[in-house]
Nanobody, 123 residues
Framework: EVQLVESGGGLVQAGGSLRLSCAAS????????IGWFRQAPGKEREGVSY????????YYADSVKGRFTLSSDNAKNTVYLQMNSLKPEDTAVYYC????????????????WGQGTQVTVSS
């Protein structure tokens, strides 16, 4: 069974940090790029960060560049999103998804999605 499971969300004050995890199973992890997306209430879902664990390539949206950092543990088929200097506008449900490339990619090209984890940043 294919699964992507996000964890690590929660409530944090502005300026704080959280680390999200995306654990993958049921497919060949190295064949895919993992994208992190977020959807705030009343807004469209947006891609914020992407990583291909097989070569370490990454891409960050301007809105999170310098504050968010991706890493991966290939032995655990897990990708991490370290989020520092969090802002209230980072509040959203965060999703990870397995897709074809590092960088902005239409959502229909993603094969697998997690269920999401809530991140709330208070001011």
């Amino acid at each position: 069974e294919v699964q992507l499971v996000e964890s690590g969300g929660g409530l944090v004050q502005a300026g704080g940090s959280l680390r999200l995890s995306c654990a993958a199973s049921g497919f060949t992890f190295d064949d895919y790029a993992i994208g992190w997306f977020r959807q705030a209430p009343g807004k469209e879902r947006e891609g914020v960060s992407y990583i291909r664990s097989s070569d370490g390539s990454t891409y960050y949206a301007d809105s999170v560049k310098g504050r968010f950092t991706l890493s991966s543990d290939n032995a655990k088929n897990t990708v991490y999103l370290q989020m520092n200097s969090l802002k209230p506008e980072d509040t959203a449900v965060y999703y990870c998804a397995a897709g074809p490339r590092v960088g902005p990619t239409p959502e229909f090209e993603y094969d697998y999605w997690g269920q999401g984890t809530q991140v709330t940043v208070s001011s």
